[in-house]
Every structure is written in structure tokens, then in C-alpha cells.
């Protein structure tokens, strides 16, 4: 199981960062890449934000 759910978040990531860019009028990829290179927001916030939403629902129950 732990390897599914791995292999999902690899999909997820996939997802956010490149197939849910391409028609994205708000955020498209080249956007999302400058706002990281210009460091208006972190890998690190990024992967914070996902952690606590992770933590909250799991934690909810």
C-alpha cells in the first residue's frame, strides 16, 4: 500500500506543477516557475501548505 500511495503523490506533483498548468488562466507553469525563482514563495511553503492539509484531515478523524 505504502507504494501506491507513494506512486499517487508522484501523480499529484505531476499534476500541480505541469497538467493542471497548461490551461490554468490564474497560475499557469511559467508562472508558477518565476514566482519560485524570484522567491516569492519557497518549495518549502509549498510543501508546508501540503503537510498541514495532510495533518488536519488525518488528524480531523
Not at 11 to 35: G, T, V
Request: proline share 0%; hydrophobic share 35%.
Amino acid at each position: 500500500m505504502k507504494e501506491v500511495i507513494l506512486n499517487t503523490i508522484d501523480d499529484l506533483c505531476s499534476d500541480f506543477l505541469y497538467y493542471d498548468r497548461k490551461e490554468d488562466e490564474e497560475l499557469n507553469m511559467e508562472q508558477l516557475n518565476e514566482a519560485v525563482k524570484k522567491g516569492e514563495i519557497t518549495i518549502d511553503e509549498m510543501v508546508e501548505k501540503f503537510r498541514r492539509n495532510l495533518e488536519d484531515t488525518f488528524n480531523e478523524k
